[in-house]
């Protein structure tokens, strides 16, 4: 069986190769990780679709190629019992072919075996992500002396961040070893002049397809932001009520994120144009809402993994969600399915304190919308004897919307619907 370049994310065409965890001639288990690939979105690992050995590798690593590219071959049970058989009846019939009073001629030269990646065989233990191995270079760190808490005793991102916090694990000097023979070693970049008081970083691939991302949407779709200013006391009278027990129970914070996202789902069945993509000069609008939530994985990039069918959580399903998919995010634990079909996104940078964000739409889509910093602010609140001065939870929700799908009046009524689902809905039915 072929294992091909997934396809991870609507708008991503290639991948390139990262790391093999097997070399030809291995036996493999179904969903046993075979490399990590890595794009403009994040690094993922790549599981073997069926159990069986690897017969061939077809792309080694550092090599970019196209989604659905052929990178290696398994060769299952069914298919190396065949391939016995074939091997037996050719045999048989060489031998029938050969006089007995003929002397033995020189062996035949044996088919050469397929090309092999250049690969290096790394123990269970062992088995690194890319974002894992270049933070444990940066710092210095022996792998085999931090504790793994990943899948199967891997070493996770927070992993090496920690043991760098703690200043363990230092790496053993390594003694002067024989290289094995290998293909020619990439020469390192030319150094180039740095100022006593800064220098020039180089972009690393995920940075610098991010980047390439951002500048295709800029130059495809037409944005126009809008932003609506929001009083968050109906969210705060229900959030700050349950913080306390909600933390014991499941471990992690009660934010506002939960509450915008379920109210941007409810809004987006009235306004069903924005919760669509751009195909030529069309729009598909989708039956569902797959909720994608930014997360920065800094200094590497951004990913958005989806929520799917997100309008069918509430509060604390959404809530649940958003935690484990930026845990793993974080931790390079993402597969291709927690990255494709995303209809809307949400960003969110309300943590540092932002008064608002202008965010690129994450193309195909059609919309984007920003969290920024909620804080209390004096603000004029009516009421039936008057007017007065009062101190409110506020912030702003600011959209960024593609020109060629919607107009700001549809956009406005989009936004105007989740300011009035955050001020005046019963949150308490949420939790």
Avoid at 70 to 81: F, K
Avoid at 282 to 294: F, K, Q, S, T
Avoid at 357 to 379: C, E, F, H, M, W
Wanted: proline letters at 7%; glycine letters at 8%.
């Amino acid at each position: 069986m072929d294992v091909l370049m997934p396809q991870l994310g609507e708008t991503v065409a290639e991948g390139t190769v990262a790391a093999w965890h097997k070399t030809v001639g291995d036996e493999v288990q179904k969903h046993e990780i075979l490399l990590d690939v890595e794009t403009d979105k994040a690094a993922t690992e790549v599981p073997a679709p069926i159990a069986g050995v690897i017969a061939e590798i077809r792309v080694p690593e550092g090599e970019t190629v196209d989604v659905g590219a052929v990178l290696a071959v398994i060769r299952g049970p069914d298919e190396a019992v065949e391939a016995t058989e074939i091997e037996a009846t050719d045999t048989a019939a060489s031998e029938v072919g050969v006089a007995a009073t003929t002397e033995a001629a020189p062996a035949a030269a044996e088919p050469a075996p397929p090309v092999q990646a250049a690969t290096t065989p790394r123990s269970d233990r062992l088995r690194l992500s890319p974002v894992v191995r270049r933070l444990l270079s940066e710092h210095s760190l022996d792998p085999t002396a931090i504790q793994g808490t990943g899948r199967d005793g891997r070493l996770t991102r927070a992993d090496v961040l920690v043991a760098a916090a703690d200043g363990t694990a230092a790496a053993a000097p390594v003694e002067p070893a024989v290289a094995a023979p290998s293909a020619q070693p990439t020469p390192a970049p030319t150094a180039l002049p740095v100022a006593a008081d800064g220098g020039r970083i180089p972009f690393d691939r995920i940075r610098r397809l991010t980047a390439e991302h951002m500048v295709r949407s800029k130059t495809t779709s037409p944005h126009v932001l809008q932003a609506i200013e929001i009083d968050f006391g109906a969210v705060d009278s229900v959030r700050l009520a349950a913080r306390d027990q909600f933390k014991r129970e499941r471990g992690y914070s009660l934010t506002y994120l939960p509450f915008i996202a379920r109210a941007v789902c409810l809004a987006l069945k009235d306004s069903p144009r924005l919760n669509a993509s751009v195909d030529g000069d069309g729009l598909v609008v989708h039956p569902l809402v797959n909720l994608a939530i930014a997360v920065a994985l800094e200094p590497e990039g951004l990913v958005a993994p989806v929520i799917r069918d997100a309008g069918e959580l509430t509060v604390t399903g959404l809530a649940q969600r958003i935690v484990d998919l930026s845990r793993r995010a974080r931790e390079g634990g993402l597969g291709a399915d927690d990255l494709s079909g995303g209809t809307y996104t949400l960003t969110n940078n309300g943590s540092f304190g932002t008064l608002m964000t202008a965010p690129i739409i994450n193309q195909p889509q059609v919309g984007i919308l920003s969290v920024d910093g909620i804080a209390k602010r004096p603000v004029v609140v009516e009421s039936p004897i008057g007017d007065a001065i009062g101190i409110r939870p506020m912030g702003i929700l600011a959209q960024s919307f593609d020109h060629r799908a919607v107009d700001g009046a549809y956009s406005g009524a989009f936004l105007a619907k989740v300011k009035s689902l955050l001020e005046t809905k019963d949150w308490s039915q949420e939790l």
